[in-house]
């Protein structure tokens, strides 16, 4: 099991970027396939990209493919989500949850069993 933070939220102007990262510790994160979610208030928790452990299936919900991608850093034990052209439709708290032996899609939340705490992405003029 590890420990999941994730970092790199804040507040950015239609049309912006920023890049999420998910940081472990205490176990190395190439060994588990992570998921990235996201959540708004009265919604359902989304979930809207994941990578394996052998990065050869990296994963995007349609609306986000060509503005998000998804990578590893095992160096670092890292997961980044890169956000580009950032709309007020994808404000919302991010997470990243991660899984042994589980290969996506789908992304779902379920199936997650280790998650951090959120950060929150606000993306307003």
């Known amino acids: 099991q590890v420990q999941l933070v994730e970092s790199g939220g804040g507040l950015v102007q239609p049309g912006g970027s920023l890049r999420l990262s998910c940081a472990a510790s205490g176990f190395a994160l190439e060994y588990y396939t992570i998921g990235w979610f996201r959540q708004t208030p009265g919604k359902e928790r989304e979930g809207i990209s994941c990578?394996?452990?052998?990065?050869?299936?990296?994963h995007y919900i349609d609306a986000l493919k060509g503005r998000f991608s998804i990578a590893r850093d095992n160096a670092r034990n890292t997961v980044y989500l890169q956000m580009n052209s950032l709309q007020p439709e994808d404000t919302a708290v991010y997470y990243c949850?991660?899984?042994?032996?589980?290969?996506?899609?789908?992304?779902?939340?379920?199936?997650?069993?280790?998650w951090g705490q959120g950060t929150q992405v606000t993306v307003s003029s």
């Open positions: 949850a991660g899984v042994a032996t589980y290969y996506c899609p789908p992304v779902a939340t379920t199936k997650f069993d280790f």
């Open positions: 990578i394996d452990t052998s990065n050869s299936s990296r």
